[in-house]
């Protein structure tokens, strides 16, 4: 069995998509039809998961709830850590835990781990 889908309640969904698209390779399927307008997003990996991203006027997310990005190296981590601190994001180093990793606030109000 394979986990092949998960939907986000965000705040922003725009800020979301964007994000997720920037950083991590996402792809967006085209939902300018759907009434839902820019409250709805459904995004791909590489590997068929579907994320979709709905509106939320409050997130409120557990503390430690977060989703992840493994990378293929410690060196992509840095580099992805690097391109978020050069585009303002309020980003940690990366450090040693149970992999090399970094944990960043998402727009939208969920958090991201990136490790490898």
Not at 11 to 28: C, I, N
Not at 86 to 97: A, I, L, Y
Not at 101 to 110: L, N, R, S
């Amino acid at each position: 069995m394979k986990l092949n889908h998960i939907n986000l309640t965000v705040t922003d969904v725009p800020a979301a998509q964007q994000f997720l698209e920037t950083y991590f390779g996402l792809k967006p399927m085209d939902t300018s039809g759907d009434a839902r307008g820019n409250s709805f997003a459904v995004l791909f990996d590489d590997n068929g998961m579907v994320i979709t991203l709905m509106k939320g006027a409050e997130v409120q997310y557990p503390k430690t709830f977060h989703i992840g990005f493994i990378q293929g190296s410690e060196e992509k981590v840095n580099e992805i850590n690097q391109r978020m601190k050069d585009d303002g994001f309020d980003v940690k180093p990366p450090q040693r835990s149970h992999g090399w990793t970094f944990y960043v606030k998402a727009p939208g109000g969920f958090t991201v781990e990136v490790l490898a």
